[in-house]
């Protein structure tokens, strides 16, 4: 988590001289991504990426009567290491995630307010291995349905920001212990938490950002529950049109 933050506290620090104006991008566009990634289960484990995810996106806006239906789709993949003080170590487990938004957006004069819904869809593929202390490892899947309530306006030098929380409606988690022998899947509901989603233009086609989860932890189901936990992700988006 020291590093994201230092990584974030450097690009804003090279970010104050650049203008962008993000009125300038068409109504559809698409990106790419680079990110650091860590998800933390506090006391248990946690799993981070040495090299930054890789990601390809696309971003539309559809006016309706001066006003707009605002989206964005998100493709990323990349590797992430585990650990914990119980069960070991493992190296280069895949990743893959996949992010859908679609708001209504109001405007003002100094500034845009949107809601509507999200849906974050993670596949941790890190199973049919064995840790460092020879415990079995299985894959897992992480869905969360929530909804987006964001505001958007410029700085004092008229830079595009956008603030974002997200509110958890429904978030649901399969492991996968059936790639260990003798257990059965297990699915969790974790339906309190929320996140937090910062984008700041750095140039009219950079932009950096930060995305941030909270999560409580769960009910037991057959003897096992899903721990609270607390993802961060921080990095560079470059449009590419």
């Not at 899947?141 to 700085?155: A, C, E, K, M, N």
Request: glycine share 8%; charged share 20%.
């Amino acid at each position: 988590m020291k590093k994201i933050i230092l990584i974030v506290i450097f690009l804003l620090g090279g970010a104050s001289s650049l203008h962008a104006n993000k009125e300038n991008r068409p109504l559809t566009s698409t990106f790419l991504e680079f990110y650091s990634y860590q998800y933390d289960e506090p006391s248990l484990m946690s799993k981070a990426s040495k090299l930054p995810f890789l990601g390809f996106g696309l971003e539309y806006k559809i006016p309706v009567n001066q006003k707009n239906f605002i989206g964005n789709i998100r493709f990323n993949v990349g590797r992430t290491d585990y650990s914990s003080a119980n069960t070991g170590n493992s190296y280069k487990d895949n990743t893959i995630r996949l992010n859908f938004e679609h708001s209504y957006q109001a405007q003002f004069n100094t500034f845009n307010l949107h809601s509507g819904l999200g849906i974050r869809w993670l596949y941790d593929n890190s199973g049919g291995k064995q840790t460092t202390t020879g415990h079995d490892t299985y894959d897992r899947r992480s869905i969360y349905f929530y909804l987006p309530i964001g505001l958007s306006f410029s700085d004092t030098i008229g830079t595009p920001i956008s603030a974002q929380i997200n509110i958890l409606i429904k978030g649901h988690q399969k492991s996968f212990l059936s790639d260990k022998a003798g257990f059965a899947d297990i699915k969790n509901d974790q339906n309190n938490g929320y996140g937090v989603s910062i984008d700041y233009d750095i140039a009219s086609r950079g932009q950096i950002f930060l995305d941030y989860w909270n999560i409580d932890q769960s009910k037991l189901t057959l003897g096992y529950y899903e721990p609270a936990n607390q993802t961060w992700e921080a990095g560079f988006r470059f449009f590419l049109n």
